[in-house]
């Protein structure tokens, strides 16, 4: 069982940047994949990026190009999202997810692929 806790959200205004956190309860922290997933209001949640379990390797939605980074540290059993030039169509709840797995598939641009969510963390981008 792993459970998984985000924080850093907030209002900001376009142009600005913040950063998710997501911690992560357990010992085997790197042996999932995380990713980061966004739910705007009256839409489907999308994929925004992934990261493996050794973090060499990240995965990226087009719309979030050059602007957002994944990372993780396995220490401090922790996935980041740094997100810079927001738009205010970046406006979401923003969800961390969780899959036992030692590689990425082309699946796990999908969320039902994923085991573990947290339970979301508000980010506003005025204009």
């Known amino acids: 069982q792993v459970q998984l806790v985000e924080s850093g959200g907030g209002l900001v205004q376009a142009g600005g940047s913040l950063r998710l956190s997501c911690l992560a309860s357990?010992?085997?922290?790197?042996?999932?994949?995380m990713g980061w997933f966004r739910q705007a209001p009256g839409k489907e949640r999308e994929f925004v990026q992934g990261?493996?379990?050794?973090?060499?390797?990240?995965y990226y939605t087009d719309s979030v190009k050059g602007r957002f980074t994944i990372s993780r540290d396995n220490v401090k059993n922790t996935v980041y999202l740094q997100m810079n030039s927001l738009k205010p169509e970046d406006t979401a709840v923003y969800y961390c997810?969780?899959?036992?797995?030692?590689?990425?598939?082309?699946?796990?641009?999908?969320?039902?692929?994923?085991?573990?969510w947290g339970q979301g963390t508000q980010v506003t981008v005025s204009s």
């Open positions: 990261i493996s379990g050794t973090g060499d390797r990240t």
């Open positions: 997810a969780a899959k036992q797995s030692y590689s990425w598939t082309a699946a796990m641009h999908t969320s039902s692929e994923y085991t573990y």
């Open positions: 357990g010992r085997t922290f790197s042996s999932y994949v």
